[in-house]
């Protein structure tokens, strides 16, 4: 049974730093690409970053590219995704996905197999 859990969320003011984490479990015999998307209230999910499989290319939504970061750990089932210089308009519920047998990034939502259960961000003013 697959299950991704993210971990690491919270309230930070405007500038600060968070840092997310997603354990991956279940998905160890395969490979699988990662993603992170957001949902803030009333809006669409949309994409914030994308990894691949071996870690070696990263990309990024718009809207937070060179200020977000995600990297993963193959070897502890663990990706991760550093945010900093945080804006209240990053306020959202972040969710990480796994796209099974993939080894590219993924930037639809739709292309996506699995999902965590999300963590509340909060960036305050």
């Known amino acids: 049974q697959v299950q991704l859990v993210e971990s690491g969320g919270g309230l930070v003011q405007a500038g600060g730093s968070l840092n997310i984490s997603c354990a991956a479990s279940?998905?160890?015999?395969?490979?699988?690409?990662m993603g992170w998307f957001r949902q803030a209230p009333g809006k669409v999910r949309e994409f914030v970053a994308g990894?691949?499989?071996?870690?070696?290319?990263?990309n990024y939504g718009d809207a937070v590219k060179g200020r977000f970061a995600t990297s993963r750990d193959n070897a502890k089932n663990t990706v991760l995704l550093q945010m900093n210089r945080l804006k209240p308009e990053d306020t959202a519920v972040y969710y990480c996905?796994?796209?099974?047998?993939?080894?590219?990034?993924?930037?639809?939502?739709?292309?996506?197999?699995?999902w965590g259960q999300g963590t509340q961000v909060t960036v305050s003013s």
């Open positions: 996905a796994a796209k099974k047998y993939y080894t590219g990034i993924a930037y639809d939502e739709r292309d996506y197999n699995y």
């Open positions: 279940g998905l160890t015999a395969s490979r699988y690409a």
């Open positions: 990894i691949t499989y071996s870690g070696s290319r990263t």
